[in-house]
Antibody, heavy 115, light 107 residues
Framework: DVQLVESGGGLVQPGRSLRLSCAAS????????MHWVRQGPGRGLEWVSGISWNSGTIGYADSVKGRFTISRDNAKNSLYLQMNSLRAEDTAFYYC????????WGQGTLVTVSS | DIQMTQSPSTLSASVGDRVTITCRASQSISWWLAWYQQKPGKAPKLLIY???SLQSGVPSRFSGSGSGTEFSLTISSLQPDDFATYYC?????????FGQGTKVEIK
């Protein structure tokens, strides 16, 4: 079975950085594009970033462009999200998701940006 | 970017009702449309993928239809466990987008 486990969330001050990780198992990681999706408190789902299987194609939502960087390590079956210059509005649950016929999601990790 | 317009935003219904939620894409997405159910404090749960394929383990009262720009999710007989928020998502484009969500409430 597909398993995606996010980690690295926590409380961080505005302007600081945080790196999220997603450990993947149960499928051929290097065959699939991967994404990060977030959901702020009381809000809907927002796509954050996506990366192709070979890192050749990368995309970002306008709200995070220039501040967040997505990357992957196929040898370690891992996806990452480097988040810099964090703002209060980045407070959210962050989900790792696998692309494919039917997307699969992890359980999420909470990022809270507050002084 | 592809915009997804989901309606209604709130739906009040009773147990046993047949309910339908619709989702419209701003351009054709073929059948690359998924439906999710989300309950408070939980991750979204995939119900339907590729517009009409039922995810394993999801009750058959859930069904999806549509292609191109018009899609719908139908619950044939609403059960107590179905009161939740539902989202559509397009994954035709590399930049995924989601509908605004539909909260299904008890009437």
């Amino acid at each position: 079975d597909v398993q995606l486990v996010e980690s690295g969330g926590g409380l961080v001050q505005p302007g600081r950085s945080l790196r999220l990780s997603c450990a993947a198992s149960g499928f051929s990681f290097d065959d699939h594009a991967m994404h990060w999706v977030r959901q702020g408190p009381g809000r809907g789902l927002e796509w954050v970033s996506g990366i192709s299987w070979n890192s050749g194609t990368i995309g970002y939502a306008d709200s995070v462009k220039g501040r967040f960087t997505i990357s992957r390590d196929n040898a370690k079956n891992s996806l990452y999200l480097q988040m810099n210059s964090l703002r209060a509005e980045d407070t959210a649950f962050y989900y790792c998701a696998k692309d494919g016929d039917g997307p699969s999601w992890g359980q999420g990790t909470l990022v809270t940006v507050s002084s | 970017d592809i915009q997804m317009t989901q309606s209604p935003s709130t739906l009040s219904a009773s147990v046993g009702d047949r309910v339908t939620i619709t989702c419209r894409a701003s351009q054709s997405i073929s059948w690359w449309l998924a439906w999710y159910q989300q309950k408070p404090g939980k991750a979204p749960k995939l119900l339907i993928y590729k517009a009409s394929s039922l995810q394993s383990g999801v009750p058959s009262r859930f069904s999806g239809s549509g292609s191109g720009t018009e899609f719908s999710l139908t619950i044939s007989s609403l059960q107590p466990d179905d009161f939740a928020t539902y989202y559509c998502q397009q994954y035709n484009s590399y930049l995924w987008t989601f509908g605004q969500g539909t909260k299904v409430e008890i009437k």
